[in-house]
């Protein structure tokens, strides 16, 4: 149950019996501090100040209205008009005692949602700047679908345009002298891409070919279109030993690359035309929005194809919104791309809402994120000033884990150690992009993201396996355990509180796209258990039967909550460390 919409609800209702009117919302939210209750109602002030009435006397009628017998023990009106609202701790307990691995999430009614993200180009090395679409657009599509919803796993990879010329020129040469090329040569895209982009700019008649094949290529010649392929093949592969990698569930099925809609340009532009939106303008088409205005103030020109003929990203964009819409009959789409393409997807936006394209229904969703950062403030770059490689970057990481995790003294067969290793490593990469709000820049620091204090996967995994180890010395197994929850401790009611906001979590990250609210969640989480578990004992001498009982019972739900959630961001938990 999402408790803050359940309470929202009850007081919607409220206010709306005690005069409000008809839709007013209850405006509940957790209340900052323990003394102004659990949660509370801040929908009074607004509404009596537009009827007119003495807030704090209108709270007293809306407090009369609230049917929550049972589920509170009190209401208090504080300050101007705020309602208090003080959760009775039986029935909190008795909620708890429900929660199995879901931790009380239901499944909602079911959108179809398309997710674009990852997107790399095809030829080249998937780098950071993928990683970040790449980790937080699966986080969300596993938050999405573990409510009951129908995600399309859209990877918009790079896969199409003039660059193919000289590619397939390049390869064909290479071909030439090793016809295996593919497994040796192509193991570094960078380089290949390099190399055909040097010819091309430095050999005349390599680029006259180059452009040829192009034309070739559009016009769907055969062995053009093997070459493409290849080249395609080639990076995806490499591409999905980095998803494996990363424990991210993209698979070679969700690539929908840009490649796709080409069939669909050429209708796309002609009918923007014949809607009067598109004109011709110096040989080019166009479309002159009014939303958006140039620097001298005029309506800014998108051009959807080229003098030559040729299409454009936004083309691409526009069509692959259609398709998502007849095709995949999405309700929602997210993309998840750095925040410099936020003017590029507005205008491809505003021309498929102009031309009808989607429904007014449909919510196309940039969710944008800013760079990583290096140490210094500036793009994450090699020391050399290149582009870091993701693969080298995850090579990196476990080389740190390890060094790590080998520093601490344990009793871990060797096997163990190596799970470990592949958790900490790569959950610490992870968690440090999630945990941050995606909106701004973040900075990449090795020695932040492994520490084992502070907000961080490494801190998260240990806490894990503190509530493993306690069932572990009550010689009792975590998985089938069972006992009623008594709410005694002060500790122990904050701890049962934050299990019950779980659910609210769960739906705010996936209505805002954001699972830095869950990272948090967490971490806080984590917090309140380590307070629990340092007030309350439960493998100690003298602690009655009935209470060990219920505190093994919290512990329970506090590791489904961290494994649940650890595991709805990506992250890999393990019982021992
Ligand atoms: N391949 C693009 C890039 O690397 C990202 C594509 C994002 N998705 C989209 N529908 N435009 O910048």
Redesign the pocket.
Known sequence: MNLRNFLDQAFSKALVAAGAPEGTQGMVRPSAKANFGDYQSNGVMPVAKKLGMNPREFAQQVVEKVALDGVIDKLEIAGPGFINIFLNKDWVADQLKAFDERCGVESQQSQTVAV??S???VA?EMHV??LR?TIIGDAVVRVLEFLGHKVVR?N???DWGTQFGMLIAHLEELMRDNPDVLESELSDLEEFYRQSKQKYDSDEEFAERARNYVVKLQGGDQWCNDMWRKLVDVTMEQNQKSYDRLNVTLTRDDVMG?SQYNDMLPTVVADLKEKGLAVEDEGAVVVFLEEFKNKDGDPMGVIIQKKDGGFL?TT??IA?AKYRHEELGADRVL????SR?AQ??QQ?WTIVRKAGYVPETMSLEHHAFGMMLGKDGRPFKTRSGGVVKLSDLLDEAEQRATALIESKSSDLTDQQKQDVIDAVSIGAVKYADLSKNRTTDYIFEWDNMLSFDGNTAPYLQYAYTRVASVFRKAEESLESFSADIVLHDEAERTLAMKLMQFSEVVDAVAKEGAPHLLCTYLYELSGNFMTFYEACPINKEGVEAEVRASRLALCKRVANAMCTGLNLLGIKVVDRM
């Not at 993309?335 to 750095?338: C, E, K």
Request: proline share 4%; glycine share 8%.
């Open positions: 674009d993200y997107a790399p180009n080249k700047g993928h679409s859209c918009h990879i790079g840009e990203y691409t964009d692959c993309y998840f791309i750095d393409q590029h997807l491809a």
